[in-house]
């Protein structure tokens, strides 16, 4: 399973961006997807998170991300709108898949991460 995560760049700060995360190989279903960064200096942090029922921000991401999937396409997505210096970080994707020895399971899987850098 390989997840591939594109949509950084440089952006000034009250921009916008929209990351994508694709998966590819041996997948079916994803069962969760999750955003996450990670800042130097600092440990990965969830920022988003959805399911079939349940749809979760970090606060920092509360009003301004917006996470949504294509669920034929096993694809992600992540609006970042408003955005700030502090956004600025490595945004990695997550795919939680049922395991296919035993589909009560989930399996992790993650992308290469995406760089955002929103100057000031």
């Known amino acids: 399973v390989q997840l591939q995560a594109s949509g950084g760049g440089l952006v000034q700060a009250g921009g916008s961006l929209r990351l994508s995360c694709a998966a590819s190989g041996s997948i079916t279903s994803v069962a969760a997807w999750n955003w996450y960064r990670q800042a130097p200096g600092k440990q990965r942090a969830l920022v988003a998170h959805?399911?079939?029922?349940?749809?979760r921000y970090a606060d920092s991401a509360k009003g301004r991300f917006t996470i949504s999937r294509d669920v034929t396409k096993l694809k992600v997505y992540l609006q970042m709108n408003n955005l700030k210096p502090e956004d600025t970080a490595v945004y990695y994707c997550?795919?939680?898949?049922?395991?296919?020895?035993?589909?009560?399971?989930?399996?992790?899987?993650w992308g290469q991460g995406t760089q955002v850098t929103v100057s000031s």
């Open positions: 959805i399911t079939d029922d349940v749809t």
């Open positions: 997550a795919a939680d898949t049922p395991s296919s020895n035993n589909p009560a399971v989930l399996v992790r899987y």
